[in-house]
């Protein structure tokens, strides 16, 4: 069969492309403005990206369109599907007719740390020899690819909140059907799609009532927003974490490189891994947990996470010019930088943490984050922003750092800025959820010129 996908390089679309290849398929796809690191997983897979919407590109016709949930109506790509009678189908329905049907599927949700908590469960079922598939909207070091069919029945699925296509507007996480499923956290995000915090936490019911009783429900214990859709009604067991009621890391470092995981205040062991911050002892947990759920040993999951290497973007150390490092990190929500830039900071022995920020997510571009953005920044010591084109005052809105923040709109001159404030010994850190000009390869190169 002739699959061609429409949006083939967004991080969640690329994965079905993966899993349809492996599944015997021919892929190919259409986009623009692709960028690491799904440009090159699409390339080393060699599948055909097509630059653009051309309808060109649907011609012969393939046998079945998957349609990504970044096409509207009006892009002549949909409009020629729906003209010329194409069979089409959105990604994660097409995702829960060919992979998940029949499968155990271990979901990931949340505002934040779905990625790296879906990568860490993944890592931990395929080293206890489970053979896992899974997709992912990132690529995990240890998983070297986004999506892979696997060998058993185990299937783990970032589970993304986000609408499904332009023809239903449920969330893509109702498709998934999981028997177990994380609940990471929950806060207002995606401005474009929801109203309120309200919209969210429908949807996120809708995905409750879909885990059977025989199910899991690995939930984190601090979240009043997950608290009010439990509250909503949930017919399966329900195991916390972050909580001594449950699942629960102690730190033992400030930068939580050291953890002594518990288990309702019994201790099963620790973990000595190279991720820092609550944040990610908290993403620990929950991957226990739920592998737990799944017959792994939390002494085995522990090993397991004792090797894991993270995710690209995620904290990504690209290179140490002149000594100075310089990170990779897709935080783009309020609470998701203030919890990054406190981990590399613990960690950071002394070391300036300066800072490379694009507010480039809908929910950013639309003011909404525009009062919490500054508190977000308390750990770092500069913040540089690309302050261009949006309908808020940047500048003002970080008044409260002071001296601390400076806002251009240009992205070559956001690099000499940073160029020239950086000395050995600095942490650099570029935050956005998309490929912010080709910054990270700038920065890299003019600060290897200077030395």
């Given at each position: 069969?002739?699959?061609?996908?429409?949006?083939?390089?967004?991080?969640?679309?690329?994965?079905?492309?993966?899993?349809?290849?492996?599944?015997?398929?021919?892929?190919?796809?259409?986009d623009?403005?692709?960028?690491?690191p799904?440009?090159?997983?699409?390339?080393?897979?060699?599948?055909t990206?097509?630059?653009?919407?051309?309808?060109?590109?649907?011609?012969?016709a393939?046998?079945?369109?998957?349609?990504?949930?970044?096409?509207?109506?009006?892009?002549?790509?949909?409009?020629?599907?729906?003209?010329?009678?194409?069979?089409?189908t959105?990604?994660?329905?097409w995702?829960?007719?060919?992979?998940?049907?029949?499968?155990?599927v271990?979901?990931?949700?949340?505002?934040?740390?779905?990625?790296?908590?879906?990568?860490?469960?993944?890592?931990?079922?395929?080293?206890?020899?489970?053979?896992?598939?899974?997709l992912?909207?990132?690529?995990?070091?240890?998983?070297?690819?986004?999506?892979?069919l696997?060998?058993?029945?185990?299937?783990?699925?970032?589970?993304?909140?986000?609408?499904?296509?332009?023809?239903?507007?449920?969330?893509?996480?109702?498709?998934?059907r999981?028997?177990?499923?994380?609940?990471n956290?929950?806060?207002?995000?995606?401005?474009?799609?929801?109203?309120?915090?309200?919209?969210?936490?429908?949807?996120?019911?809708?995905?409750?009532?879909?885990?059977?009783?025989?199910?899991?429900?690995?939930?984190?214990?601090?979240?009043?927003?997950?608290?009010?859709?439990?509250?909503?009604?949930?017919?399966?067991?329900?195991?916390?974490?972050?909580?001594?009621?449950?699942w629960?890391?102690?730190?033992?470092?400030?930068?939580?490189?050291?953890l002594?995981?518990?288990?309702?205040?019994?201790a099963?062991?620790?973990?000595?891994?190279?991720?820092?911050?609550?944040?990610?002892?908290?993403?620990?947990?929950?991957?226990i947990?739920?592998?737990?759920?799944?017959?792994?040993?939390p002494?085995?999951?522990?090993s397991?996470?004792?090797?894991?290497?993270?995710?690209?973007?995620?904290?990504?150390?690209?290179?140490r010019?002149?000594?100075?490092?310089?990170?990779?990190?897709?935080?783009?929500?309020?609470?998701?930088?203030?919890?990054?830039?406190?981990?590399?900071?613990?960690?950071?022995?002394?070391?300036?943490?300066?800072v490379a920020?694009?507010?480039?997510?809908?929910?950013?571009?639309?003011?909404?984050?525009?009062?919490?953005?500054?508190?977000?920044?308390?750990?770092?010591d500069?913040?540089?922003?690309?302050?261009?084109?949006?309908?808020?005052?940047?500048?003002?809105?970080?008044?409260?750092?002071?001296?601390?923040?400076?806002?251009?709109?240009?992205i070559?001159a956001?690099?000499?800025?940073?160029?020239?404030?950086?000395?050995?010994?600095?942490i650099?850190?570029?935050?956005?959820?998309?490929?912010?000009?080709g910054?990270?390869?700038?920065?890299?190169?003019?600060?290897?010129?200077?030395?």
């Open positions: 069969m002739h699959v061609h996908i429409l949006g083939i390089g967004g991080t969640f679309m690329a994965g079905v492309a993966l899993l349809a290849r492996a599944a015997g398929h021919r892929v190919t796809g259409s623009q403005g692709l960028y690491p799904m440009s090159t997983q699409l390339a080393e897979a060699g599948i990206v097509m630059d653009g919407y051309d309808p060109a590109h649907l011609e012969p393939p046998d079945q369109v998957v349609v990504g949930n970044a096409m509207a109506r009006g892009n002549p790509a949909v409009e020629h599907v729906l003209n010329a009678g194409l069979a089409y959105s990604g994660p329905q995702l829960a007719e060919n992979v998940l049907a029949g499968r155990w271990l979901a990931v949700a949340g505002t934040h740390g779905k990625t790296t908590t879906a990568s860490m469960l993944a890592h931990i079922l395929q080293q206890a020899g489970q053979a896992p598939g899974y992912i909207g990132g690529i995990a070091a240890d998983l070297g690819q986004s999506a892979d696997g060998e058993s029945q185990l299937f783990v699925v970032e589970a993304d909140e986000y609408d499904t296509a332009f023809f239903d507007k449920r969330s893509k996480f109702v498709h998934y999981p028997r177990t499923l994380i609940l956290n929950l806060e207002f995000d995606h401005a474009d799609i929801f109203d309120d915090l309200g919209a969210i936490q429908r949807q996120f019911h809708h995905l409750l009532r879909t885990v059977p009783g025989r199910g899991c429900v690995v939930h984190n214990a601090n979240s009043a927003a997950l608290d009010a859709v439990l509250d909503m009604g949930c017919w399966t067991p329900c195991e916390p974490f972050d909580s001594p009621n449950g629960q890391a102690e730190a033992v470092t400030p930068d939580h490189s050291h002594r995981i518990r288990r309702h205040g019994k099963v062991g620790d973990l000595e891994w190279q991720l820092k911050g609550a944040h990610n002892a908290a993403n620990a947990c929950a991957a947990a739920a592998a737990s759920h799944a017959g792994v040993e002494t085995q999951a522990l397991a996470l004792a090797g894991f290497r993270g995710v690209k973007r995620r904290l990504e150390l690209r290179g010019p002149r000594n100075i490092a310089v990170y990779d990190d897709f935080a783009h929500h309020p609470t998701a930088i203030r919890t990054t830039l406190e981990g590399l900071a613990a960690g950071a022995d002394g070391a300036r943490v300066l920020f694009e507010p480039r997510s809908n929910t950013m571009r639309a003011g909404v984050h525009e009062t919490t953005l500054a508190a977000s920044f308390a750990a770092a500069r913040v540089f922003a690309y302050d261009a084109d949006l309908s808020w005052d940047l500048a003002s809105a970080m008044r409260a750092l002071g001296s601390r923040f400076s806002g251009m709109g240009d070559d956001l690099v000499e800025a940073i160029a020239a404030e950086a000395v050995p010994g600095d650099v850190v570029i935050m956005s959820n998309g490929g912010f000009g910054i990270h390869d700038k920065l890299l190169t003019r600060l290897s010129a200077s030395e």
